[in-house]
């Protein structure tokens, strides 16, 4: 065994081993480097040592080794060991076996070097080889060398995948390649390798080869040749290239101009860097430059393209090798301005990036769709101001296409038949259904005409006016229904307008007769009263204008009612002098009749005040107020008409007209009573009416 000071100077990591692996002695540089005491190490199985703890595959590893070494087998392989930092380094490790002078193993040696660096340069080393063979390989591009005189070829790896593809030889020959090089071409290329070396300059050649797969290529093969001190040709080295896709890019691409020039569609070639190179006869018609004027020239420039994007994110997208597609304004060459489809394709020949664009006219297409916008939004505003609306009906499907307006935002834009007739009135159903058998009738016109109710989810009835026309395909007995289109209008509006002026009509003949009827009785009280024929027309004519002062307020109403205090003002408007009558009490609405017969009671009241009463003094007054109660299941009103400042008031010995009028008319024509009551002071007449029920509105006052 070697002594410890010698194998401490040695630089390499040594140590000593029983054959079953325990560590007998160890270095200093093993120390140094490890961060190991002595005591840590000797003792303890070789495996067990701290440098080889980080990796159980290691630990296996090395134990097998000593194994091995004990067994009279020397070992060698690389390892990592940890260092006192706590950094892996890359160690060559050997383990052999000392044997004493009888043949027996005495003890093991273990012996490292640090190959860290020369692991890192290969590993570096590998990964450029790599980075160049993939190069190659997506470049399809390869290398390889020809020794003249030993007629050896080497080849890169993707040289071998361009001539034998996957079936690569384990060895490959000069006599090999050339058998694969097509008959047609093998002597120019033989004569060319030829020249190159005997006139020392470059060989360059394309030609065809046909590999063992059967498939033919095209390839680009360039080289120079090296010579010895003493002139002697040596060696050819050299690249090859795979060209078959660019050459079939090439021959599509002149196919392609040829059906460019054959298109009646516009379609122009174009390079990022020399402008337009081919400009067909669709691009000539469309736009009116003629192909000298237009070659050369940017294809932008020369129409005035305005693109929905930035012009460089196009140019950014085909220099990526992508496509774009969108619609163009162009200007043509007498400055009309032209809408069109265009897409724009980048194309790589002869190693230049080139730019081919197909558009199609969209213009009158475009001009079209704007057309039927606007007269969509013309229909669509009609619809929703008359409520028309449409439907479309698909035989084949069943399907009914439904507008919004007026049964689509009810039922759905997309019904059946049976879902539109659920909601058909039942009444009216049977004849709908009739009407829509007979508008399906082969042998009729198609047309449709029918007005029906429908009753909508919230229990409303609403009528609907439907005309349409079923449209036919096929001849005699194959004829039959395909599509029924047609208009929907919702009439209820119409219908209840028809229905009210039926009702106002009726209503109108009654009143009309009642009132001709109270016009002659008037007539025949007043003419029995008068005391002459003048006295008689000025109290007739009167009466009658207090009738027609209530028909003008229920007029303006449609004979809905009138306000009572319009009421008081139409027929106090003779009687009263400027300030003498006051009002007090809320808005009330008076029913029809009731406003007519209190019209009448109020006009008798202020032409007996003007005339007997406290109107007839320029100091009287008159104090109207009223109020309205509620009455078990009624409302009832209650005026009351108060005279002060007249002159004394007695009570008259007979009755006359005016007075008999209003006790006659409330009681009899209306639901009421009447109180009249003639004190000294002055008159006063306590009116109670049976209203409609309506809830009182605000209150209102009138007075000086």
């Known amino acids: 065994m070697l002594p410890r000071d010698i194998i401490d100077h040695i630089a390499a990591f040594v140590g000593v081993l029983d054959p079953d692996g325990t560590v ?44 091995r070494a004990a067994g009279g087998e020397s070992v060698r392989f690389d390892a990592t060991a940890r260092t006192a930092s706590g950094d892996l380094m890359a160690i060559d490790l050997m383990i052999y076996p000392i ?36 190069a190659q390989r997506i470049g399809h ?3 390889w060398s020809y020794d003249i005189a030993t007629e050896k070829l080497e080849w890169s790896a993707e040289a071998r995948r361009i001539f034998f593809s996957d079936r690569q030889p384990a060895e490959v020959s000069a006599e090999m ?25 470059s060989f360059s050649a394309s030609y065809r080869i046909r590999r063992d797969d059967g498939e033919e290529r095209i390839i680009e093969v360039e080289a120079d040749p090296d010579y010895s001190p003493d002139g002697q040709p040596v060696r050819f080295f050299g690249i090859v290239r795979d060209v078959t896709q660019a050459h079939l890019r090439e021959r599509q691409l002149t196919e392609q101009q040829q059906l460019v020039d054959l298109s009646l569609e516009p379609i122009l070639c174009w390079s990022l860097d020399d402008g337009l190179l081919h400009w067909n006869p669709g691009c000539q018609k469309l736009y009116g430059y003629s192909r000298e004027e237009a070659l050369g020239r940017a294809p932008q420039e020369l129409l005035s393209s305005q693109f929905p994007v930035p012009v460089s994110e196009i140019r950014e997208l085909l220099q ?84 919004p307006e007026p049964c689509g935002k009810v039922l759905g834009e997309t019904v059946t038949l049976e879902r539109m007739l659920s909601k058909v009135h039942p009444a009216d159903l049977p004849g709908v259904r009739a009407a829509v058998a007979q508008s399906e009738d082969p042998s009729g016109s198609g047309l449709y005409e029918e007005e029906h109710r429908i009753v909508l989810p919230s229990g409303e009835v609403r009528w609907i006016s439907v005309n349409g026309r079923t449209f036919f395909e096929g001849e005699g007995s194959e004829r039959h229904p395909v599509r029924a289109i047609g208009a929907l209008l919702d009439v209820t509006d119409r219908r209840m307008f028809d229905e009210q002026q039926r009702l106002l009509m009726g209503e109108l003949n009654h009143r009309v007769r009642n009132t001709l009827s109270v016009v002659q ?134 009755r006359g007209f005016g007075m008999g009028l209003i006790e006659r008319t409330i009681g009899s024509t209306v639901e009421g009573e009447t109180e009249i009551k003639f004190l000294p002071e002055g008159l006063q007449c306590a009116i109670e009416l049976a209203l409609a029920n309506s809830p009182p509105q605000r209150p209102t006052s009138v007075g000086p």
């Open 177 to 201: 390649v050339t058998r694969l090089i097509h008959p047609d071409d093998v002597d120019r290329v033989r004569a060319g390798m030829i020249a190159a070396v005997m006139e020392r300059h």
């Open 320 to 403: 990526a090798g992508e496509s774009w597609t969108g619609e163009v304004t162009q200007t043509t060459r007498d400055g009309r301005q032209v809408m069109v489809e265009a897409r724009i394709d980048p194309v790589i020949s002869e190693e230049r990036r080139i730019v081919m664009e197909a558009h199609r006219d969209i213009t009158a297409h475009r001009q079209a769709e704007r057309d039927l916008k606007i007269s969509e939004e013309r229909l669509a505003i009609a619809a929703e101001l008359t409520g028309l609306g449409t439907y479309d009906r698909d035989f084949a499907t069943g399907l009914i296409q439904l507008s």
């Open 141 to 143: 591009l390869g290398h």
């Open 521 to 654: 009785a008037i007539a025949s009280q007043t003419l029995r009263s008068a005391r002459d024929p003048r006295s008689f027309v000025e109290d007739f004519k009167g009466r009658i204008q207090s009738i027609a002062s209530a028909h003008k307020l229920l007029n303006e109403t449609t004979w809905q009612g009138a306000n009572l205090t319009d009421l008081l003002r139409e027929q106090l408007a003779s009687s009263c002098g400027s300030g003498q009558v006051y009002t007090d009490g809320p808005e009330v609405w008076l029913p029809p009749q009731v406003a007519l017969n209190l019209g009448l009671v109020l006009y008798e009241l202020g032409t007996n005040a003007r005339k007997y009463g406290a109107l007839s003094a320029p100091g009287g007054r008159v104090q109207i107020s009223w109020e309205v109660r509620r009455e078990d299941d009624k409302s009832v009103l209650r005026l009351d008409w108060r005279e002060f400042g007249g002159p004394p008031v007695r009570p008259p010995a007979a």
């Open 99 to 134: 044997r004493d002078e009888a043949g027996r193993i005495t003890s093991l040696i273990p012996s490292a070097i640090d190959i860290t660096e020369r692991k890192r340069f290969e590993t570096d080393l590998q990964r450029s080889l790599d980075l160049l063979e993939r």
């Open 24 to 67: 007998v002695e160890v270095n200093e540089t093993t120390l140094r480097v490890s961060g190991s005491s002595r005591s840590e190490i000797v003792g303890r199985k070789f495996w067990e040592c701290g440098w080889f703890g980080h990796d159980p595959r290691a630990i296996g590893q090395i134990r097998e080794a000593v194994e």
